[in-house]
DNA sequence: GCAGTGATCATA
DNA sequence: ATGATCACTGCC
């Protein structure tokens, strides 16, 4: 049985459940927690490049002022809106794509985040390596669009979890103490303080 | 420390 | 139509 091994954890290759909308259909704090140690599963030129997942953060609706839904709906933010599992990219500061997933059911706007896999650190670096832009914003993870996410079986401890505020939302007043932002710590994956 | 870059959304 | 803002990064 061999085992492969990434960073501090070890998974079995073997195990690869691809999460579906279920596992989305939950409070994006919950699914921002249980997705670390999960993998992000991306088809880049006809290649399969898998990261474990280090980094997320938690975007609720209306009342997370922090949150793009706290406008209600609009064009860019209706995948919010939609179904879980649905992905939500959007670009920002002139340069950068960022990668959300949509959590809880149709109609209830909420999304993760996902900042860091692999030893890529940054949303924006992630969304480079994987080749994610606007194109798959509202389409649902799937093979079809050759991004989904799968169990490998890691299982990551609560006391390897570091929990702080969310990173660049000092505009949201006390959302912005939520402690909606999860790291898992590792060696190679040590992150900058939030500003 | 801060420039770069352009979509987005509120205001009009 | 206009302007401020932005869930950021890289280089100074």
Redesign the pocket.
């Known amino acids: 049985m061999c085992a492969i091994r990434v960073g501090r954890f070890w998974y079995n290759p073997v195990m690869r459940t691809v999460l579906e909308s279920a596992f989305f259909d939950r409070d994006p704090a919950v699914v921002a927690r249980a997705l670390l140690g999960m993998f992000v599963v991306r088809m880049v030129e006809g290649h399969e490049v898998s990261l474990m997942i280090t980094e997320t ?1 938690a ?1 609720a609706g209306a009342e997370d002022r ?4 706290r ?2 709906k ?4 209706a995948p ?1 809106f939609g179904p879980p599992s649905t992905t ?1 990219v ?7 794509h ?1 990668l ?1 997933v949509a959590c809880q059911a149709e109609g209830m706007p909420s ?1 993760v ?1 996902i ?1 860091g896999a692999g030893n890529i ?6 969304t ?1 390596a994987l080749a994610v832009d ?1 194109g798959l914003s509202g389409q649902p993870l799937g093979k079809e669009v050759g991004l989904w996410f799968e169990d490998r079986g890691v299982v990551v401890a609560a006391q390897d979890i570091q929990v702080t505020p ?4 000092e ?1 949201a007043g006390a959302c912005a103490r939520r402690l909606w932002r999860f790291v898992v710590r590792t060696a190679s994956a040590r992150t900058k303080s939030a500003r």
């Open positions: 953060e975007y922090a949150s793009h839904a406008f209600g609009t064009a860019r933010t919010m939500y959007y670009f920002t500061y002139g340069m950068h960022m959300n999304a985040l900042r650190v940054g949303p924006a670096r992630l480079k606007r969310r990173v660049g939302v505009y």
